[in-house]
């Protein structure tokens, strides 16, 4: 009887299938995709779409990821989202190759990186931004029979975005790195591509919302310092070319301060985390600086405030959950638990510990805090619900997402207007008829509450942002 007891309690505790989370929030960048689908595209519902972008501009276009619920692509945060994936790939390789999604992983990052490349026309050109959200969010439409402007908006000398370019450097140059093992043509391709952008972001400093107003609304970005130092981090990584370590340890880049958060518009913690893996590694053997030093006790402090021992701890809801804001704070949460889950692996393979203004913490305590996250997430929370969209049973049904609302194209040819989607679809008080399996949505509020309705875009809209760094923090926890 004892036994039988055991068993039912271990049974209970590895009750989540974090495996089958992992293969599913990979799923997800393929109901995002955008262009031609490939012959071996898994989800079903969806199908080809603005097979024109760029054509006006005498470009091809195609490709690339709608970011959210919408069929706009902004270059700004599908960079960031290629960055997270990639980062993933590259720090959770094992894990994801004996999981079988290692391949699967870096086909989402390549559907980003070959846009990316057409979207690269010259050194100092790149396209930033297709269709435009005012007129995009006027219809609700599905991407297959989108009726709205596909206007296209770049950045070039006259018109600079460092933060754009920059996270787009970060974004090859991080892929590069995924892909230096299977493909090495490919990844120098990517590489040279990293290098003329972050030389064009160097050369031509500023915001990118000055040169694209539309973008402002939707992805308005509060700097380029940060990316600058993020796409220098990782052409050193992809490099080891000294340039660029000059460049992190120049007096003239900031290392930020101590974080609030990491986001499609803040890379401090990413960078800071970085350096500080590789000063735990000895990597940069005899030519640690002050600077150095400074970015490693600046992305410490950060994870000590996210597991309540440091200065100025992050804000938990009663049930458990990290949190920093009403609209969308999953996508704090991800990618907080992934540079955790990172520098815990690293702590451990380097025998150290953290020391916390309150304490030391061992990297054992950082994974738990980490699944506690994934775990809430999945479902063990006070709604029972999972925020991963067809993962379980409880997930919410309604994801304020125009694909995924309307019916299939493949089950009803007949297109679906702009104002008969709103009308037919985005107002039926049901289950959405696509199921967005993979998807993380914004998330419950400060009192763990979620309210499942489709214009409730502030909680049930999903992002690729979202799910990118979850994709490494899954695969970690599944093997
Ligand atoms: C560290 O400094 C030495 C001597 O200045 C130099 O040869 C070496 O390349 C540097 N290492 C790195 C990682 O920059
Ligand atoms: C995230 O950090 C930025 C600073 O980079 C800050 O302006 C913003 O308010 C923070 N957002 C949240 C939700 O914490
Ligand atoms: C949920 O959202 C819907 C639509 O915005 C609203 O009508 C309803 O009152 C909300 N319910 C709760 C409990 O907040």
């Not at 679809?425 to 967005?436: E, G, I, S």
Request: glycine share 8%; hydrophobic share 35%.
């Amino acid at each position: 009887m004892l036994g039988f007891c055991l068993v039912i309690l271990f049974v209970n505790a590895a009750s989540i299938d974090y495996g089958a989370a992992l293969t599913k929030s990979l799923l997800y960048f393929e109901a995002q995709r955008s262009g031609k689908l490939p012959s071996n595209q898994r989800v079903q519902w969806r199908g080809d779409s603005a097979l024109n972008d760029g054509k006006d501009d005498g470009i091809d276009l195609t490709g690339g990821y709608y970011d959210a619920g919408d069929n706009v692509k902004f270059g700004f945060p599908m960079a960031f989202t290629i960055t997270m994936l990639a980062w993933s790939a590259t720090e959770f390789e094992s894990q994801l190759n004996s999981k079988n999604e290692l391949k699967n992983a870096l086909n989402a990052i390549k559907w980003g990186t070959d846009y990316f490349i057409k979207a690269h026309k010259e050194s100092h050109v790149l396209y930033g931004e297709i269709g435009e959200g005012i007129s995009d969010h006027k219809c609700w439409e599905r991407p297959e029979d989108m009726t709205t402007p596909r206007s296209v908006y770049k950045i070039d000398e006259q018109h600079p975005g460092a933060d754009m370019a920059g996270e787009t450097a970060a974004a090859l140059a991080a892929a590069a790195v995924a892909f230096k093992e299977s493909d090495s043509g490919y990844s120098n391709q990517l590489l040279t591509h990293a290098k003329e952008l972050f030389d064009f972001a160097k050369k031509f400093p500023g915001v990118y919302t000055s040169s694209i107003p539309v973008a402002g609304k939707f992805y308005g970005s509060s700097g380029y310092e940060d990316e600058l130092l993020w796409a220098a981090v990782w052409l050193y990584k992809a490099t080891q070319d000294k340039t660029y370590l000059d460049y992190i340890n120049e007096k003239s880049s900031s290392c930020g301060g101590t974080r609030l958060n990491f986001s499609w518009d803040d890379k401090y913690i990413g960078a800071q985390v970085l350096i500080a893996k590789d000063l735990l590694e000895n990597k940069f053997a005899g030519n640690e600086s002050t600077l150095l030093n400074e970015y490693k006790k600046n992305a410490e402090e950060f994870i000590c405030n996210c597991i309540q021992k440091g200065h100025n701890n992050i804000q938990k809801t009663n049930g458990g959950l990290l949190w920093w804001d009403y609209w969308n704070n999953l996508q704090f949460v991800t990618t907080a638990t992934f540079v955790i889950t990172t520098y815990a692996d690293t702590l451990s393979a380097t025998k150290n510990s953290l020391q916390c203004s309150s304490g030391n913490v061992e990297p054992s305590q950082l994974i738990n805090l980490v699944k506690s996250q994934v775990d809430y997430i999945l479902g063990e929370n006070p709604q029972k619900m999972s925020y991963m969209v067809g993962f379980g049973t409880n997930y919410p049904q309604e994801v304020h997402h125009r694909g995924a609302s309307i019916v299939s194209i493949k089950k009803d040819k007949k297109p679906v207007g702009c104002q008969e989607g709103f009308d037919q679809w985005f107002k039926r008080n049901a289950p959405n008829p696509n199921v967005l399996v993979g998807a993380i949505v914004g998330g419950p509020d400060n009192s763990d509450q979620y309210n499942d309705s489709r214009d409730n875009y502030k909680q049930g809209e999903a992002a690729t942002a979202n799910s990118a760094p979850l994709v490494g923090v899954l695969a970690r926890l599944a093997s």
